[in-house]
Structures are given as C-alpha cells and as structure tokens.
Nanobody, 122 residues
Framework: QVQLVESGGGLVQAGGSLRLSCAAS????????MGWFRQAPGKEREFVAA????????YYAASVKGRFTISRDNAKNTVYLQMNSLKPEDTAVYYC???????????????WGQGTQVTVSS
C-alpha cells in the first residue's frame, strides 16, 4: 500500500509558477507509475500528467503540455509537478496518484493523495 501527501499549492497570479510535490510512503514507490490529476469546482477529475515507473517516459494533457513538467525522485519517494505560465483555468484541486499500469484514466489509479488547492488569479 502507498500513502500519498501533496504539498506546494497556493495562490498565484496568471503567468506565475508553482511546484507541487507528492511524498509517498512505503518502499514500493519505484514500482508505481505516478500521475497528477486535477478537479475544478463542478467538473470531473481530469488527467494532467504521468510519469512511468522506469523514469523514461512522461505524458501530458494537451492543455498543459509545454507549460507543466512532471518528474520523480525515487530515492526520495517523491513526484513533482512544475507548473509554469499558469492560467486562471488551471485553478483546481490537484491530486497525485499511483498506478500499476501507465494510464491517463482516473479508474486505473489505485492510490490517491488528499489534494492541494491551486488558485490562479487573473
């Protein structure tokens, strides 16, 4: 089992940057594909980015590609989401999640953090 705790959210002006972190417990972190999702008020949870367990491949939603970067440090059991050029439409609760298989689908992920709020003002 994996427990995930996100941090790094906050309020930022449009065009600014934030770096989210997700710390995982347990010794099996390196065995999981890690993903970031977000959920805005009144909307469904949506895929943002994923990083495969082997460290080589990353995947992004079209809406964030070129602005967001996902990375992981298996030695620290941590996955990061660097968010640049933030827009008001990026405002949401951001969740990290762990899955056995790489996917951009919510139901494929077995473990979830509690979420961290990101608010981008115009």
């Amino acid at each position: 089992q994996v427990q995930l705790v996100e941090s790094g959210g906050g309020l930022v002006q449009a065009g600014g940057s934030l770096r989210l972190s997700c710390a995982a417990s347990g010794r099996t972190f390196s065995m999981y594909h890690m993903g970031w999702f977000r959920q805005a008020p009144g909307k469904e949870r949506e895929f943002v980015a994923a990083h495969n367990r082997n460290g080589g491949n990353t995947y992004y939603a079209a809406s964030v590609k070129g602005r967001f970067t996902i990375s992981r440090d298996n030695a620290k059991n941590t996955v990061y989401l660097q968010m640049n050029s933030l827009k008001p439409e990026d405002t949401a609760v951001y969740y990290c999640a762990a899955a056995w298989n790489p996917s951009n689908v919510v139901r494929a992920y077995d473990y979830w953090g509690q979420g961290t709020q990101v608010t981008v003002s115009s």
